[in-house]
């Protein structure tokens, strides 16, 4: 039996992150991957490595989720970057045409390509129309820091109460994820289910970001999802999976690194 992960996501031209990395992740994890393209994330060589951000038209967004999900029974889905308003009405108007067991959001808030108007304004259109959907949620610590409204994350009490917080905007769980910036010498990330939180750690790989390791942890929990693991074993197996990606990190010419899929 093929169990079926798909994704609605941007694609980043390095292959490092977005829906390349997503897609390598469902496939290595034993997923058949289907995937909705919502914009174009090309890096600048030419001007250090700056974010040019090209949206697909709405239209064409709605397109791909009716020939996605005609073509197959497909009930467990990813929400990567979405990048516009109008590409977050269509996928919200998509994604309520149909029951689905689990929809994983990754709220990507902001591209350094954006306008810091248009971000804001597709911060909102998220938080109202997408987050509500969610099983699971994973936003990073910019992200957590947007979407509670704290300043300032910097303890384990911290990740705990802006989960609470996230969690009052409609997710069934929440995911907040410490990362390279977190203090202390491991990547602590907490798990929110509404009543309890799960602290979960990993020594840290290193003190520099890595492309697509959030692209890859909530593709991995949508693998596992789908693949019929139960929340939190499908976040703590997505953690150890991410953290091997880490350690086996691929580099280029571009001044950062990425994860590696096949890592485990």
Known sequence: MVNFAYVIAGSEATGGA????????????GAYGVGTLTCIVSFDPKANWSHRFVPVEAQVVADQIEAATSAYDLDTVKI????????????????????WRHIVVDPVLICKGQEPGAALDTDTALRRQILPLATVTTPNLFEARTLSGMDEISTVDDLIEAARRIAELGPRYVVVKGGVEFPGDDAVDVLFDGDDAEVLRAPKVG?????????????????????GSDVPEAVRRAKEFTTAGIVARVGGNAPFDAVWQGGQ
């Open 80 to 99: 990567g970057m979405l990048g516009t308003p109008a590409t977050i009405d269509v996928v919200a108007d998509g994604l309520r045409q149909q029951q």
């Open 207 to 227: 003190d520099a970001r890595v492309a697509g390791a959030g692209c890859t942890l909530a593709a991995a929990i949508t693998a596992e999802l789908a693949n």
């Open 18 to 29: 977005g829906i390349q990395a997503d897609l390598r992740t469902f496939q290595q994890l």
